[in-house]
């Protein structure tokens, strides 16, 4: 069974940078694309970035208003995938979830229905 477990949330000021981890164990990770959605507390959730599996191809996606500051890279050896936030600003506060998905997309890379399997979400809070 494929686990998502997600590290690296906390508490920073805004202009700071953060780096999200997300390990995946129970499945092949090379064979999945992963991605990063967050929800705000209030708010629907929303795509954040999401990057195709190697055998894909590898593409980055972001949300168009994020892309400027954030990067997803993800490292196979180490099954693992990151978000790394630059320059993070009080509207990036959400709880962040790690994605994984297969197979066929139907609609879009960006869709929540992309993903099979979801991590249990980690705060980040930006605050002075």
């Known amino acids: 069974q494929v686990q998502l477990v997600e590290s690296g949330g906390g508490l920073v000021q805004p202009g700071d940078s953060l780096r999200l981890s997300c390990a995946l164990s129970?499945?092949?990770?090379?064979?999945?694309?992963t991605g990063w959605f967050r929800q705000a507390s209030g708010k629907e959730r929303e795509f954040v970035a999401a990057i195709r599996s190697r055998s894909s191809g590898g593409r980055a996606y972001y949300a168009d208003s994020l892309k400027d500051r954030f990067t997803i890279s993800r490292e196979n050896a180490k099954n693992t995938v990151y978000l790394q936030m630059n320059n993070v600003k009080p509207e990036d506060t959400a709880v962040y979830y790690c994605v994984a998905g297969a197979g066929i997309i139907l609609n879009s890379i960006r869709d929540a229905a992309a993903y099979q399997h979801w991590g249990q979400g980690t705060q980040v809070t930006v605050s002075s």
């Open positions: 129970g499945g092949s990770f090379h064979h999945y694309r």
